[in-house]
């Protein structure tokens, strides 16, 4: 029996690589693209919405399926503050897990970060954080949480921080001990997140750093 999918985030690093898997993978008759802009992907089994974030609840209807992708995230450069970068590494992807738990949607995988921790003095850390907190109560027969170190791959936003981190960081965790905080791709992470939506058992799982590579 095929699945359809839900995805938020499907022009991130992850989320581009994510839907041209789905949409390839035989497992998967349809996948539900929510975004601000009009995709120019184009395929049968691809149904894009263009919604507008900010009015989220308006478009419950919209989350109905058997898995939903949460791969949103921004930076405070990009947003402009702190306060927006949290509406949506936050706010935006609680609001779309509870739309979809009253949908009975069952599964809810969720793209978080590496030290991601509710207690964290790194606000970047702790808004990942209290979001993994929030959405365990849920109503999913299944939830996915993925902490993926230091993303590489092609950007259409030019991030010097990353692309500094994506030379040196290789090197580094060449040391046994650090061998887990290399720095994994975009499209590894979606390879990752297509199989545990096909395998997973378990009602909650995570899956850190090293365990993305296997």
């Known amino acids: 029996?095929?699945?359809?999918?839900?995805?938020?985030?499907?022009?991130?690093?992850?989320g581009h690589e994510l839907l041209q898997k789905l949409l390839h993978s035989p497992d998967f008759s349809k996948v539900i693209a929510l975004t601000r802009r009009q995709l120019t992907v184009r395929h049968a089994k691809l149904v894009n919405h263009v919604i507008e974030f900010d009015k989220l609840t308006n478009y419950g209807r919209l989350f109905k399926g058997?898995?939903?992708?949460?791969?949103?995230?921004?930076t405070r450069k990009q947003a402009g503050s702190l306060a927006a970068q949290r509406k949506v590494d936050f706010d935006y992807q609680f609001i779309a897990a509870q739309l979809a738990a009253n949908?009975?949607?069952?599964?809810?995988?969720?793209v978080s970060s590496s030290g991601a921790n509710a207690h964290s003095r790194s606000q970047y850390l702790k808004m990942k954080g209290q979001l993994e907190q929030q959405i365990k109560p849920l109503h999913f027969s299944r939830i996915s949480i993925f902490q993926p170190s230091l993303l590489v791959g092609k950007r259409k936003q030019f991030r010097v921080a990353e692309t500094i981190g994506s030379v040196l960081l290789p090197l580094v965790t060449r040391l046994p001990l650090l061998a887990a905080y290399?720095?994994?791709?975009?499209?590894?992470?979606?390879?990752?997140?297509?199989?545990?939506?096909?395998e997973q058992r378990e009602a909650l799982r995570?899956?850190?750093l090293d365990e993305l590579f296997t």
């Open 206 to 208: 995570y899956y850190v």
């Open 182 to 198: 290399k720095p994994i791709t975009g499209e590894r992470v979606a390879q990752k997140m297509l199989a545990v939506s096909l």
């Open 1 to 14: 029996m095929t699945k359809t999918a839900v995805l938020i985030g499907a022009t991130g690093l992850i």
């Open 66 to 74: 058997d898995v939903l992708f949460s791969c949103l995230g921004t």
């Open 103 to 110: 949908n009975q949607l069952a599964h809810y995988c969720l």
